[in-house]
């Protein structure tokens, strides 16, 4: 969760149901492969009758973890004392996500573009 919630921080987790979630909270799941995780909600999606959430470490620009609903242990209300629940800090830790994913897509392209220039590839 670099750097938005840097190593050694001490998160306070509180029960919490998939449904409590929004869009920007932090929450621990546990993965397919029985490990407890941390990371953003940045999207919801309704499968067959089954709600999965979509979630990713602020630092990865990498796909969404969807994670059953059943499989959402608690969701992170602090972090060093300094509430995360607050529309701002959640809207901020959503964008920088988004973003950082949108950046690392758009600078592949651009590398791209950039050989075929150069290289007339």
Sequence with gaps: MYPLIPDGSVLTLVPAPASALRLGDVALYRSPDGRFICHRLLARRHIAGTTQLGFRGDAFAIPLDWVD?????????????????????????????????????????????????????
């Design 69 to 121: 609903s059943a499989n959402i242990m608690a969701m992170v209300a602090q972090q060093d004392g300094i509430r995360l629940d607050h529309p701002a800090r959640r809207l901020a830790g959503w964008l920088y996500a988004w973003g950082r994913w949108l950046f690392s897509r758009t600078r592949i392209k651009l590398g791209a573009w950039r050989r075929q220039i150069l290289y007339h590839r």
